[in-house]
């Protein structure tokens, strides 16, 4: 800890600092104060086992919930948001909005390192007295954002903003500056330790929530990452259970559903995407190609994106899944590859479109296939194919 650390920083010193990380690209720059005691609701969360198989949020949860375990001594936290709104496709199949650019973790580090020299030329603090995260990190990102009033939790979890809607990226640093907070939204004031509720300014609007396809949302603001989409299709590495998978629809990775039907987003504009590099060339992938990627292919397109860390595997799975949703016949040639796929993940997936599309007539195309198959849960795909 240095000489500097616990220094006030507030007035036109604050102003200054919040002018200088708008220059660097952030769309948002918010302050929050780290109140004795941390959050609670993260235990009830991991509790009902709605992280799935993220045992990470599990084994990181203490830290989670105070930041004085992450960096001792923290007093601050710095939000910053960056907008990645635009009116650009999200093609067909569908890709959630924020993997159509570079992957965020690395463009939005370059600002998080700058920022960071900020607080050092500003305020003498030294490399030791801050932390920076872009999920990367143990830190609630979007409690702290609501705790400084950058926007609020709406019932889809969502942190929104009352300028960018649902569409903002949030990261977090952590410092021993003692930086005067900004004010919450939420006009009564919460008991020290207390969580934002939920849904603050939604009024009676349910619009998120009755919208989901495979009704993830056990209540509002709380989503169980086992029935999500996002979860299914990016996190989740194995077989997605198969009462989901018509819900998934052409969602090939990740969903939007419950940010797109939120009506925060009419006050939504276009970012500077300062910190950010779109891709467009993605979306503009037909479903057929995608069933069709060999290796090469798919290090060359997905480089440097956070589409790459799902593997091919993944990405073919997903594939499969939306091929068996909305595809045709024609595909049927480039699932039967995929039906002899090394991985049984694969496999299993590439069985069920065949049986989607090929309808009574499945067999004819399976039977070969099954006798050849020893991978359990892949011959469960193949149940009742006579
Ligand atoms: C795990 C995770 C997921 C999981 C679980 C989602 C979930 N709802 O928790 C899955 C894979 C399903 C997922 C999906 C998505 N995710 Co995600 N995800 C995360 C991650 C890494 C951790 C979230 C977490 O801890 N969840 C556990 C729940 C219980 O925590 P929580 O949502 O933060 O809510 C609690 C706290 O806020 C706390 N709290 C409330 N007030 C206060 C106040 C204080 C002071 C404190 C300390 C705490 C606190 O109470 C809340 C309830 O327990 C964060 C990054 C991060 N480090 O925070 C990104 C993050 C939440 N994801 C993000 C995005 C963009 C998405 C998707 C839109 C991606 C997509 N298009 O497919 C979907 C949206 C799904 C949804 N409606 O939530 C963004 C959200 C940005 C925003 N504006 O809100 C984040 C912040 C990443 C980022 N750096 O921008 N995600
Ligand atoms: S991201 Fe999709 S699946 Fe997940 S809670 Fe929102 S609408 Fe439901
Ligand atoms: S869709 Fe409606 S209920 Fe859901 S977060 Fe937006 S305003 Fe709130």
Not at 64 to 90: I, K
Request: glycine share 10%; hydrophobic share 45%; charged share 25%.
């Amino acid at each position: 800890m240095t000489a500097n650390a616990g220094l006030r920083v507030e007035g036109q010193e604050r102003e200054a600092l919040r002018s200088r990380l708008v220059a660097l690209g952030f769309d948002e720059v918010r302050f929050a104060a780290v109140p004795a005691g941390g959050s609670t609701s993260l235990r009830d969360w991991l509790d009902a086992g709605r992280q799935a198989d993220m045992a990470w949020l599990e084994r990181t949860a203490d830290k989670r919930m105070n930041p004085d375990l992450v960096l001792p001594g923290a007093r601050s936290v710095l939000v910053l948001g960056v907008n990645y709104w635009s009116d650009a496709s999200t093609g067909n199949p569908r890709w959630a909005r924020y993997a159509l650019h570079a992957d965020y973790h690395d463009t939005m580090k370059s600002g998080l390192a700058a920022a960071g020299q900020a607080l050092e030329e500003m305020f003498g603090a030294t490399a030791t007295d801050y932390r920076y995260y872009v999920d990367t990190g143990p830190v609630l990102e979007r409690g702290w954002a609501a705790r400084s009033g950058l926007g609020f939790r709406g019932k889809n979890a969502m942190l929104i903003s009352k300028n960018h809607g649902n569409w903002l990226f949030l990261a977090a640093i952590l410092t021993r500056l003692d930086i005067a907070p900004d004010e919450p939204l939420r006009k009564k004031p919460l008991p020290a330790s207390g969580d934002e509720p939920a849904g603050l300014l939604c009024g009676k609007c349910t619009r998120c929530l009755d919208a989901c396809p495979t009704q993830a949302f056990p209540a509002p603001g709380v989503v169980d990452a086992r029935r999500c989409i996002s979860y299914q299709t990016i996190e989740h590495k194995g077989i997605i259970p198969r009462e989901l998978r018509a819900g998934i629809g052409t969602r090939i990775y990740g969903c939007d559903v419950c940010l797109e039907v939120c009506p925060w987003n009419r006050f939504a504009r276009a970012g500077r995407q300062l910190l950010l590099s779109a891709r467009p060339g993605i979306a503009a992938l037909p479903l057929g190609e995608l069933l069709q990627l060999t290796p090469a292919r798919f290090a060359e397109i997905f480089k440097g994106t956070a589409i790459k860390r799902l593997k091919l595997t993944g990405l073919l799975r997903n594939a499969c899944v939306v091929a068996g949703n909305v595809g045709g016949s024609d595909l049927l040639p480039a699932l039967m590859a995929l039906v002899a796929h090394d991985a049984a993940v694969v496999r299993a997936h590439a069985v069920w479109a065949v049986r989607r599309i090929a309808g009574n007539a499945a067999g004819e195309w399976l039977r070969g296939a099954r006798e050849e198959e020893t991978d359990e849960a892949v011959r469960a795909e193949y149940a009742g194919v006579t």
